[in-house]
């Protein structure tokens, strides 16, 4: 099974891919993750995404298509995953359906979380208290400021992406604002009805 969660920052795709790792056993490949871990190692790709991803925007096509590419080559990727934050852009979405078929694979679904805009800000902001909290450290775009920019990225490069798995049938929302276990159930009723031997 292999699945995408597509929604703004903020929207839970975080949780509910982690969510579905646990009941499925198959990985969450989150790009944010990876970039931030290359950031961390300070790989070649970590220092030039650093800034970028810093200031909210989006880190070039070309190189998380090739983070991508390399990732789902690994077992762990056999039966499937969950792409979480990735793709972002159109030609993100061309290069994972070139790469899946190059492959002979293709995706099952693409899964929208629905969100009301003006919700997101707060939950980044408890998820950067939360962080905090816990002695961990805290993202730094999870602000307020970088907020609003990493928000316009999403509805100038991502937001066509809802139009683009639309038109192929792949399509399927659920109400991001419910309580998470809801969220959680809607997705796993969809999944059910696609058929899906998860
Ligand atoms: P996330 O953890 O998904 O919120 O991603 C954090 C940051 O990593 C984003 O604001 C971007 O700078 C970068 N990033 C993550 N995934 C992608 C992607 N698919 N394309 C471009 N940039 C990305």
């Known amino acids: 099974m292999r699945l995408i969660l597509l929604g703004p920052p903020g929207a839970g795709k975080g949780t509910q891919a982690q969510r579905l790792v646990e009941k499925h056993g198959i990985p969450q490949l989150s790009t ?5 871990a290359a950031v961390a190692a300070q790989t070649p790709v970590g220092v030039k995404a ?7 925007e989006l880190v ?11 990732r789902i080559d690994q077992p762990d990727c056999a039966n499937g995953f969950i792409l979480d934050g990735y793709p972002r852009t159109l030609p993100q979405a061309d290069a994972v359906g070139a790469m899946l078929d190059e492959r002979g694979l293709s ?5 929208e979380l629905v ?5 997101l800000v707060g939950r980044i902001l408890k998820r950067a208290e ?12 999870d602000n307020a400021e970088v907020f609003d ?8 490069k991502t937001a066509p992406l809802i139009g683009y798995y639309y038109a192929k049938g792949l399509l399927q929302t659920v109400d991001g604002m419910a309580e ?7 997705i796993a009723a969809l999944l059910a009805k696609a058929g899906a031997k998860m």
């Open 115 to 119: 969100v009301d805009d003006k919700a």
């Open 107 to 111: 995706l099952n679904t693409v899964i």
């Open 149 to 156: 920019e990493r928000l316009r990225e999403y509805y100038k």
């Open 60 to 70: 070039s096509d070309a190189i998380v298509n090739a983070i991508v590419a390399e």
């Open 50 to 56: 650093k800034a970028v991803m810093d200031a909210g």
């Open 130 to 141: 939360q962080a905090k909290a816990a002695g961990q450290a805290v993202r730094k775009d």
């Open 180 to 186: 998470m276990d809801k969220v959680t159930a809607s």
């Open 32 to 36: 944010g993750d990876m970039l931030r």
